[in-house]
């Protein structure tokens, strides 16, 4: 678990190493406006890239995502982070 900023507050964040493929991440609002809202994804890691799936909370009764794309009103985001190089 690990928190980070976001949208003015704080997210605390679940990502579940022991579930099935694909992997579960959970994103909690710990602080601010939006404190509550859970926002449900899954994640993989691809060579140097970590891979996420969220569902937007506004999308919810969707479920958690199943793969790791999106289409047109799916409420889904797809983040790619990729590990920087050698400075």
Do not use: H, M
């Not at 890239?49 to 569902?55: A, N, S, T």
């Not at 009764?61 to 990729?82: N, Y």
């Amino acid at each position: 678990n690990f928190a980070v900023g976001l949208l003015g507050g704080f997210a605390q964040i679940t990502v579940n190493k022991n579930s099935k493929s694909p992997r579960t991440i959970d994103l909690v609002i710990a602080k601010g406006v939006l404190k509550g809202i859970v926002t449900q994804g899954i994640y993989k890691f691809e060579k140097d890239q970590l891979v996420i799936c969220l569902r937007d909370p506004a999308a919810k009764q969707k479920g958690r995502p199943t793969a790791f794309k999106t289409e047109k009103d799916s409420g889904l985001t797809l983040v790619v982070l990729e590990r920087a190089g050698k400075q």
